[in-house]
Every structure is written in C-alpha cells, then in structure tokens.
C-alpha cells in the first residue's frame, strides 16, 4: 500500500464549471502522476510533477492544470469542464526518489467523473 | 516515442487452460516493460516488471512474461486460468529518460479484458 488516496472518489458537474481532484501521498514520494483512463484507450498521462512546484505535460494535457505546493499533495484542475473530460482519474506515484524508467508505479483508487 | 500494441481487446478462457495476453512494444531508447492488473473499481496493480536483469520475469498470481527483442514483444502468460483472473490488464512502457534520471510517466496499451469461462 503505497498510501495514496484520491478525493472526491465521485463527481458530477455540468459543462464550464471549475473541478480540483486532489491526490495524496503520506511517504513523502518525489514523482507524482496524473492519469485518465478512458474505454478503448487505456490510461493516458495528463501531467506529472517532479518535485514541490516542478510540473510537466504529458500526451493529453490540453484543459487540465496542475499544481504542487506540498510534497503530499498533487492537484489536478478542469478550469472549465467539457463533456469530453468525462473520464477515470487515476492518480500515481513512482517508488523511488528518482523517479527513474524502472521504478513501479503504484495507483490510486482512481476518481470518476462525470461532466453533464 | 513509445507505443504499447495489446492484440485483442478481450480474450475468453476456460478455467484451467493456458492464458496467453499478447504485448508488442515500440521504443527509440532500451524499453523498461510493465504488466498491470485492474480489477473491477480499483486502481491498478503491478504483476511484474522487465528492467534488463532477466528476460523471463516472474510476477505475482503465477503469471510471467518474456522479453522478446527480435520481436519486440512481451506477452504475460499463465499456465493454469483461475476464475479470479477475470480483470483487465495493461502492458505499458517506460517514457523518456531526462539527464536527472527521471521518466515521464507509463505509455499504456488498450487493455485486454480477461474472461474465465467455468
């Protein structure tokens, strides 16, 4: 258990309204990942972070930003959710500190949302 | 760039036979290669892992994967199908390395859901 949870755990917004997920992490792991998972695609990389206020796009970051302002914390915001960010979030830290092509990858719970 | 082909986006068997989950990966730097499996509303979990030590990697619940080079392939298999291996799993690949030896994320395949037939 790599003490990562993800809040909410469900959510329903309509079109053009802001969403913030939050993940948390409790041992103090240096890379954090964002994810969607979406039927017929997989999971897709959003965005991840390196570090206290270090971020980076991944494929699909158009519409999502990120922030991180604390170790434990990595949060992902919808400025203005559309219908086509309905999807699965999964939330992500890599095992060691250097966060190297290696290194496991271990996964939220995952939050669903729903954009109406 | 990489890129994770799973062949088959579902794949039935029957409890007891050969499970056979195919992956072909596309990579311009020395792949690092990963098997996940997701159950129903949960997250992901790690079945094993390629990092260049072994070609034939043992995993978690029985399953294995071989690293193929020639034919840049990874494909889990299970000798024995049991009614809990019923779930989707993802192959995925190592993303870029940076000069601080970081990676950017997973690539992941499709997903291949698995089917147990009593």
């Known amino acids: 258990d790599a003490g990562i949870t993800q809040s909410p755990r469900h959510k329903v917004t309509e079109t053009g309204t802001p969403v913030t997920l939050r993940c948390h992490q409790t041992e103090n792991h240096r890379y954090m990942y964002w994810y969607r998972q979406d039927p017929g695609h997989g999971l897709r990389l959003i965005h991840y972070?390196?570090?206290?206020?270090?971020?980076d796009k991944g494929e699909v970051s158009d519409g999502y930003s990120v922030s991180r302002s604390k170790t434990e914390d990595f949060l992902l915001t919808l400025e203005s959710a559309t219908s086509s960010q309905t999807s699965v979030y999964f939330c992500?830290?890599?095992?060691?500190?250097?966060?190297?092509?290696?290194?496991?990858?271990?996964f939220g719970p995952g939050t669903r949302l729903t954009v109406l | 760039a990489q890129s994770v082909t799973q062949l088959g986006s579902h794949v039935s068997v029957s409890e007891g036979a050969l499970v056979l989950l195919r992956c072909n990966y596309s990579?311009?730097?020395?792949?690092?290669l990963f098997w996940y499996v997701q159950y129903p509303n949960q997250g992901l979990q790690l079945l094993l892992k390629?990092?260049?030590?072994?070609?034939l990697v043992k995993g978690i619940n029985g399953f294995e994967a071989e690293f193929k080079k020639s034919e840049t392939s990874f494909h889990l298999t299970k000798p024995s199908a049991h009614m809990s291996d019923a779930a989707e799993y993802f192959c995925?690949?190592?993303?870029?390395?940076?000069?601080?030896?970081?990676?950017?994320?997973?690539?992941f395949g499709k997903g291949t859901h698995l089917i147990i037939q009593p």
């Open positions: 390629y990092t260049s030590a072994a070609t």
């Open positions: 972070s390196y570090g206290v206020k270090d971020t």
């Open positions: 990579s311009s730097v020395p792949p690092y």
């Open positions: 995925a690949v190592s993303g870029r390395v940076y000069s601080g030896g970081g990676a950017d994320g997973l690539t």
């Open positions: 992500a830290i890599s095992e060691s500190a250097s966060g190297g092509p290696t290194d496991t990858q271990y």
